[in-house]
């Protein structure tokens, strides 16, 4: 068999591989690859990273189940709040108690009475002022938890727009559509993509404002351990 027989043979043979290759569209055959809609769409269409639907889904539930959680501790912890604050009334009605208490042993000469009085209200006063302490701590973990469950929203909100740009990209790669049809779905695609960055925009501003609460709990939380060593102290 000559050379160009040879040649000929195959050609025929590969014919049938060949003409399926042409029929395929550039978007099918990237949608058979892993990497379907990195390679699928030019890189100016992706400026938010492809990510599996699955995995976006698993980050979706965790935000959920995050603002859930937050609420939660808001509201616990808004109990303790009340709590101090009728805490710190009662120690109020206490001492208003004590210092008539203490203008009767003066009035009386009971000066070891008045003495030991004086003592009680000076430790009344100090509560009080650790309690102030922990409202303000609880005040201080109230707001942090609203930061973090407004986090928890706007992530959420982030990863839903997300989720469906990612199914739209499928959506396209899967059956692709030219001329108009097409066009009008890149615009769909273009549009949940600005409003997917424009969402993890708000996001990462919310994470700023939940750090920045979460310091200012931290220094209240190291303003009570002040005012406990000083009540301790008898200070």
Not at 53 to 73: F, M, N
Not at 195 to 220: F, G, Y
Request: hydrophobic share 45%; no cysteine; net charge positive.
């Amino acid at each position: 068999m000559t050379r160009s027989s040879v040649l000929l043979a195959l050609l025929i043979l590969a014919a049938p591989e060949l003409l399926a290759a042409q029929r395929t569209t550039p978007a099918q055959r990237a949608a058979s690859t892993p990497k379907a809609l990195a390679r699928g769409f030019d890189s100016f269409i992706l400026l938010v990273p492809p990510r599996d639907t699955g995995a976006i889904k698993k980050s979706l539930r965790a935000a959920l189940e995050a603002e859930q959680s937050a609420d939660v501790r808001r509201d616990q912890t808004e109990t303790m709040r009340l709590g101090a604050v009728s805490r710190i009334e009662a120690k109020k009605v206490e001492i208003s108690r004590l210092k008539e208490r203490i203008d009767v042993a003066r009035k009386e000469n009971r000066e070891a009475d008045r003495l030991g009085l004086e003592a009680e209200r000076k430790a009344a006063e100090r509560e009080i002022e650790l309690l102030k302490r922990r409202a303000e701590l609880r005040q201080a973990e109230i707001d942090f938890e609203a930061r973090r469950a407004e986090l928890a929203g706007l992530t959420a909100k982030a990863l839903q727009l997300e989720l469906q740009l990612a199914i739209r990209r499928a959506g396209r790669l899967r059956a692709p559509v030219g001329g108009a049809g097409g066009a009008s779905q890149d615009r769909v695609i273009a549009e949940l993509e600005k409003q997917t960055l424009e969402a993890q925009r708000a996001q990462a501003e919310s994470s700023i404002h939940v750090a920045d609460q979460e310091i200012t709990v931290i220094d209240r939380r190291l303003e009570l351990l002040d005012a406990q060593e000083r009540v301790l102290g008898g200070r």
